[in-house]
T-cell receptor, first 112, second 110 residues
């Protein structure tokens, strides 16, 4: 069983569209994250979320919004997509605040 | 503020040479430090964590609280070590729970 799964794996879309990336974890973790990996492979946190609080990196445009229907899911919604949003987006989860993070396989988003 | 700094974006060494990937951190509490690795076309995965004090694939990392560093070392690099390496910090004194450095690409040449 895949611990952290993201869908879709690849997403190609036009500028201005709205899209979502889904993330699910079956590990019973209480904290989930979204990270953006740019073309140079640099990894930046976008959001940290558990059932109590959402922490947003202030550099993330408000076109990006996380949605958590339940503890096992943290979806990423992106409005009005721009060329610069093209990247690989990783979802991750961890148990507690100081435990190892488990990552999904990533979603490669290409905005054309 | 929490911060993880990896000063080298790219590190290129010859096979058999020693390798050291640098990581410095800033954190007000007692952090957990990790090294993650991403091989080509694979997902990000944990390499080692400081509390384990173990050697994984020949890599070791020692937490130096005085220098606030957690450098990753291997005495003899192998070609299969070529990957992207991320230093990460996890803590519970507010802010993000786990943050990563920008990453260092290690390239081991034959």
């Amino acid at each position: 069983d895949t611990a952290v799964s993201q869908t879709p794996k690849y997403l190609v879309t036009q500028m201005g569209n709205d899209k979502s990336i889904k993330c699910e974890q079956n590990l019973g973790h209480d904290t989930m994250y979204w990270y953006k990996q740019d073309s140079k492979k640099f990894l930046k946190i976008m959001f940290s979320y558990n059932n109590k609080e959402l922490i947003i990196n202030e550099t993330v445009p408000n076109r990006f919004s996380p949605k958590s229907p339940d503890k096992a899911h943290l979806n990423l919604h992106i409005n009005s997509l721009e060329l610069g949003d093209s990247a690989v987006y990783f979802c991750a989860s961890s148990l507690g605040t100081t435990e190892e993070a488990f990552f999904g396989q990533g979603t490669r988003l290409t905005v054309v | 503020a929490q911060r993880v700094t990896q000063p080298e974006k790219l590190l290129s060494v010859f096979k058999g040479a020693p390798v050291e990937l640098k990581c410095n951190y800033s954190y007000s509490g007692s952090p957990e430090l990790f090294w993650y690795v991403q091989y080509s076309r694979q997902r990000l995965q944990l390499l080692l964590r400081h509390i384990s004090r173990e050697s994984i694939k020949g890599f070791t990392a020692d937490l130096n609280k005085g220098e606030t560093s957690f450098h990753l070392k291997k005495p003899f690099a192998q070609e299969e070590d070529s990957a992207m390496y991320y230093c990460a910090l996890s803590g519970d004194t507010g802010g993000f729970k786990t943050i990563f450095g920008a990453g260092t690409r290690l390239f081991v040449k034959a």
